[in-house]
């Protein structure tokens, strides 16, 4: 089995700064993309920044500039460092991975982590 495991949100002034992190375990061969969504009371989920096994990165227009995304060096690991946050960020963060499991798997599954809340003050 894969898990997901969310750390670092919390309450922030805008303007301020936090760095979530996640942590991929378990059963894992191969890991490809890692990735950051959001989902805001009453809205639907949104992708936030996501990043290749190769190091490419993708931003939401919302967060470019803002907000940085990086693995670790295990590369089981993926942080989003946030910056100079605002109000309409405050979301739940999920963090996202395609994993295969073993050598023998059928391709890679996708995954999700419970969350984090972030929660930006104005």
């Known amino acids: 089995q894969v898990q997901l495991v969310e750390s670092g949100g919390g309450l922030v002034q805008a303007g301020g700064s936090l760095r979530l992190s996640c942590a991929a375990s378990?059963?894992?061969?191969?890991?490809?993309?890692m990735g950051w969504y959001r989902q805001a009371p009453g809205k639907q989920r949104e992708l936030v920044a996501t990043?290749?096994?190769?190091?490419?990165?993708n931003y939401a227009d919302s967060v470019k500039g803002r907000f940085t995304i990086s693995r670790g060096n295990a590369k089981n690991t993926v942080y989003l460092q946030m910056n100079s946050l605002k109000s309409e960020d405050t979301a739940v963060y999920f963090c996202?991975?395609?994993?295969?499991?073993?050598?023998?798997?059928?391709?890679?599954?996708?995954?999700w982590g419970k969350g984090t809340l972030v929660t930006v003050s104005s």
């Open positions: 378990g059963s894992i061969f191969s890991i490809n993309a």
């Open positions: 990043i290749t096994s190769g190091g490419s990165t």
């Open positions: 996202n991975t395609k994993i295969m499991a073993t050598a023998y798997s059928i391709g890679y599954g996708n995954y």
